[in-house]
T-cell receptor, first 115, second 110 residues
Protein backbone atom coordinates (compact mmCIF):
# COMPACT_ATOMS: atom_id res chain seq x y z
CA UNK A 1 0.00 0.00 0.00
CA UNK A 2 1.34 3.47 -0.88
CA UNK A 3 2.69 5.35 2.10
CA UNK A 4 1.73 8.79 3.32
CA UNK A 5 3.75 10.13 6.24
CA UNK A 6 2.99 12.86 8.76
CA UNK A 7 4.96 14.69 11.40
CA UNK A 8 4.79 15.19 14.26
CA UNK A 9 2.66 12.36 15.60
CA UNK A 10 1.67 14.45 18.60
CA UNK A 11 1.73 18.19 19.18
CA UNK A 12 0.80 20.04 22.34
CA UNK A 13 0.50 23.81 22.15
CA UNK A 14 -0.86 26.74 24.07
CA UNK A 15 -3.96 28.57 22.89
CA UNK A 16 -3.04 31.40 20.54
CA UNK A 17 0.17 29.77 19.32
CA UNK A 18 0.88 28.87 15.71
CA UNK A 19 1.34 25.23 14.72
CA UNK A 20 2.59 23.67 11.50
CA UNK A 21 1.67 20.11 10.62
CA UNK A 22 3.63 18.33 7.92
CA UNK A 23 2.75 15.69 5.36
CA UNK A 24 4.64 13.80 2.70
CA UNK A 25 2.09 12.35 0.27
CA UNK A 26 2.54 9.56 -2.22
CA UNK A 27 5.59 10.30 -4.35
CA UNK A 28 5.18 12.84 -7.12
CA UNK A 29 1.46 13.21 -6.57
CA UNK A 30 0.09 16.69 -7.20
CA UNK A 31 -3.16 16.12 -5.30
CA UNK A 32 -3.62 15.86 -1.56
CA UNK A 33 -6.19 16.51 1.13
CA UNK A 34 -6.36 17.51 4.79
CA UNK A 35 -9.02 16.13 7.10
CA UNK A 36 -9.59 16.43 10.81
CA UNK A 37 -11.32 14.32 13.44
CA UNK A 38 -12.41 15.74 16.77
CA UNK A 39 -12.22 13.08 19.46
CA UNK A 40 -15.19 10.73 19.29
CA UNK A 41 -16.56 12.25 16.09
CA UNK A 42 -16.40 11.47 12.40
CA UNK A 43 -13.65 12.53 10.04
CA UNK A 44 -14.32 15.88 8.31
CA UNK A 45 -12.90 17.29 5.08
CA UNK A 46 -10.87 20.48 5.47
CA UNK A 47 -9.21 21.30 2.15
CA UNK A 48 -7.98 19.83 -1.11
CA UNK A 49 -4.83 21.05 -2.80
CA UNK A 50 -3.88 20.48 -6.43
CA UNK A 51 -0.80 21.62 -8.27
CA UNK A 52 0.09 24.30 -5.72
CA UNK A 53 -3.41 25.72 -5.35
CA UNK A 54 -6.40 25.14 -3.11
CA UNK A 55 -9.06 23.40 -5.21
CA UNK A 56 -11.78 23.24 -2.57
CA UNK A 57 -12.16 24.10 1.11
CA UNK A 58 -14.83 23.45 3.69
CA UNK A 59 -16.48 26.00 5.96
CA UNK A 60 -14.20 24.77 8.74
CA UNK A 61 -11.16 25.99 6.80
CA UNK A 62 -11.34 29.65 7.78
CA UNK A 63 -8.71 32.39 7.68
CA UNK A 64 -6.68 30.92 10.51
CA UNK A 65 -5.82 27.89 8.34
CA UNK A 66 -3.43 27.81 5.41
CA UNK A 67 -1.80 25.12 3.30
CA UNK A 68 1.51 25.34 1.51
CA UNK A 69 3.94 23.27 -0.45
CA UNK A 70 7.28 24.58 0.79
CA UNK A 71 9.27 22.17 -1.36
CA UNK A 72 8.73 19.46 -3.94
CA UNK A 73 7.62 16.70 -1.59
CA UNK A 74 6.35 18.29 1.63
CA UNK A 75 2.98 19.85 2.31
CA UNK A 76 2.04 21.78 5.42
CA UNK A 77 -1.11 22.79 7.26
CA UNK A 78 -0.66 25.90 9.36
CA UNK A 79 -3.00 27.05 12.08
CA UNK A 80 -2.10 30.65 12.88
CA UNK A 81 -3.67 31.20 16.29
CA UNK A 82 -4.87 27.96 17.80
CA UNK A 83 -8.10 27.68 19.75
CA UNK A 84 -9.20 25.04 22.22
CA UNK A 85 -11.64 23.68 19.64
CA UNK A 86 -8.78 23.03 17.21
CA UNK A 87 -7.80 20.04 19.36
CA UNK A 88 -8.24 17.08 17.03
CA UNK A 89 -6.49 14.47 14.95
CA UNK A 90 -5.38 15.90 11.62
CA UNK A 91 -4.94 13.57 8.67
CA UNK A 92 -3.48 14.19 5.25
CA UNK A 93 -4.45 11.92 2.39
CA UNK A 94 -3.31 11.29 -1.13
CA UNK A 95 -5.02 9.45 -3.98
CA UNK A 96 -3.40 6.45 -5.55
CA UNK A 97 -1.54 6.40 -8.82
CA UNK A 98 -4.75 6.20 -10.86
CA UNK A 99 -5.45 9.82 -9.98
CA UNK A 100 -7.98 11.89 -8.07
CA UNK A 101 -10.76 9.31 -8.36
CA UNK A 102 -8.61 6.51 -6.97
CA UNK A 103 -8.43 5.18 -3.43
CA UNK A 104 -7.38 7.82 -0.92
CA UNK A 105 -4.56 6.73 1.36
CA UNK A 106 -4.33 8.37 4.76
CA UNK A 107 -1.31 9.23 6.81
CA UNK A 108 -1.11 8.11 10.44
CA UNK A 109 -2.32 11.51 11.65
CA UNK A 110 -1.08 14.25 13.97
CA UNK A 111 -2.85 14.50 17.30
CA UNK A 112 -3.04 18.19 18.20
CA UNK A 113 -3.84 19.21 21.74
CA UNK A 114 -4.47 22.88 22.47
CA UNK A 115 -4.26 23.87 26.15
CA UNK B 1 -25.07 18.55 1.22
CA UNK B 2 -24.86 14.80 1.10
CA UNK B 3 -25.70 12.76 4.19
CA UNK B 4 -23.83 9.54 4.98
CA UNK B 5 -25.30 7.43 7.74
CA UNK B 6 -24.09 4.16 9.19
CA UNK B 7 -25.85 1.51 11.20
CA UNK B 8 -25.71 0.19 13.77
CA UNK B 9 -23.86 2.88 15.73
CA UNK B 10 -22.55 0.31 18.20
CA UNK B 11 -22.15 -3.45 18.00
CA UNK B 12 -20.90 -6.00 20.51
CA UNK B 13 -20.02 -9.48 19.25
CA UNK B 14 -18.63 -12.66 20.64
CA UNK B 15 -15.49 -13.90 18.95
CA UNK B 16 -16.40 -16.05 15.96
CA UNK B 17 -19.69 -14.31 15.20
CA UNK B 18 -20.59 -12.71 11.88
CA UNK B 19 -21.86 -9.16 11.35
CA UNK B 20 -23.12 -6.78 8.70
CA UNK B 21 -22.49 -3.04 8.79
CA UNK B 22 -24.53 -0.71 6.60
CA UNK B 23 -23.77 2.64 4.98
CA UNK B 24 -26.53 4.73 3.39
CA UNK B 25 -25.90 7.87 1.39
CA UNK B 26 -28.34 10.47 0.14
CA UNK B 27 -26.91 11.43 -3.27
CA UNK B 28 -24.99 9.99 -6.22
CA UNK B 29 -21.30 9.56 -5.45
CA UNK B 30 -18.08 9.06 -7.35
CA UNK B 31 -16.85 6.16 -5.27
CA UNK B 32 -16.93 4.65 -1.79
CA UNK B 33 -14.31 3.42 0.67
CA UNK B 34 -14.47 1.45 3.91
CA UNK B 35 -11.96 2.12 6.69
CA UNK B 36 -11.11 0.55 10.01
CA UNK B 37 -9.87 2.98 12.63
CA UNK B 38 -7.62 1.15 15.03
CA UNK B 39 -7.11 2.02 18.71
CA UNK B 40 -4.15 4.25 17.78
CA UNK B 41 -6.41 6.32 15.54
CA UNK B 42 -4.99 5.19 12.23
CA UNK B 43 -7.38 4.85 9.29
CA UNK B 44 -6.76 1.54 7.60
CA UNK B 45 -8.08 1.07 4.07
CA UNK B 46 -10.35 -1.94 3.78
CA UNK B 47 -12.07 -1.53 0.44
CA UNK B 48 -12.38 0.86 -2.46
CA UNK B 49 -15.73 -0.21 -3.82
CA UNK B 50 -17.74 2.23 -5.98
CA UNK B 51 -19.97 -0.67 -7.05
CA UNK B 52 -20.18 -4.45 -6.97
CA UNK B 53 -18.72 -6.90 -4.48
CA UNK B 54 -15.19 -7.48 -3.24
CA UNK B 55 -13.72 -9.92 -0.77
CA UNK B 56 -10.54 -9.84 1.26
CA UNK B 57 -10.14 -12.75 3.65
CA UNK B 58 -12.86 -12.63 6.30
CA UNK B 59 -14.12 -9.28 5.06
CA UNK B 60 -16.29 -8.55 2.09
CA UNK B 61 -18.16 -5.51 0.86
CA UNK B 62 -21.00 -4.80 -1.51
CA UNK B 63 -22.04 -1.45 -2.93
CA UNK B 64 -25.32 -0.92 -4.77
CA UNK B 65 -24.78 2.59 -6.08
CA UNK B 66 -28.19 2.86 -7.75
CA UNK B 67 -29.85 2.25 -4.37
CA UNK B 68 -27.30 4.35 -2.48
CA UNK B 69 -26.02 1.90 0.07
CA UNK B 70 -23.03 -0.26 0.88
CA UNK B 71 -22.60 -3.23 3.20
CA UNK B 72 -19.51 -4.49 4.99
CA UNK B 73 -19.54 -8.13 6.09
CA UNK B 74 -17.24 -9.43 8.80
CA UNK B 75 -17.18 -13.18 9.25
CA UNK B 76 -15.67 -15.19 12.10
CA UNK B 77 -14.87 -12.00 13.99
CA UNK B 78 -11.70 -11.73 16.07
CA UNK B 79 -10.81 -9.41 18.94
CA UNK B 80 -8.44 -7.58 16.60
CA UNK B 81 -11.45 -6.55 14.51
CA UNK B 82 -12.51 -4.21 17.31
CA UNK B 83 -12.51 -0.51 16.55
CA UNK B 84 -14.54 1.97 14.55
CA UNK B 85 -15.57 1.25 10.98
CA UNK B 86 -16.20 4.20 8.68
CA UNK B 87 -17.57 4.36 5.21
CA UNK B 88 -16.66 7.42 3.16
CA UNK B 89 -18.03 8.54 -0.19
CA UNK B 90 -16.10 10.41 -2.83
CA UNK B 91 -18.12 13.52 -3.64
CA UNK B 92 -17.88 16.94 -5.22
CA UNK B 93 -17.00 16.48 -8.84
CA UNK B 94 -13.35 16.96 -9.72
CA UNK B 95 -12.24 17.32 -6.10
CA UNK B 96 -13.55 13.92 -5.01
CA UNK B 97 -13.33 14.87 -1.34
CA UNK B 98 -14.35 12.11 1.04
CA UNK B 99 -17.48 12.59 3.13
CA UNK B 100 -17.37 10.23 6.07
CA UNK B 101 -20.21 8.42 7.73
CA UNK B 102 -20.97 8.49 11.41
CA UNK B 103 -19.13 5.23 12.07
CA UNK B 104 -19.90 1.89 13.70
CA UNK B 105 -18.09 1.09 16.94
CA UNK B 106 -17.43 -2.65 17.03
CA UNK B 107 -16.31 -4.50 20.15
CA UNK B 108 -15.44 -8.18 19.78
CA UNK B 109 -15.28 -10.01 23.07
CA UNK B 110 -13.25 -13.21 23.63
Amino acid sequence: EPEVTQTPSHQVTQMGQEVILRCVPISNHLYFYWYRQILGQKVEFLVSFYNNEISEKSEIFDDQFSVERPDGSNFTLKIRSTKLEDSAMYFCASPGLAGVGDTQYFGPGTRLTVL
Amino acid sequence: GIQVEQSPPDLILQEGANSTLRCNFSDSVNNLQWFHQNPWGQLINLFYIPSGTKQNGRLSATTVATERYSLLYISSSQTTDSGVYFCAVGYGGATNKLIFGTGTLLAVQP
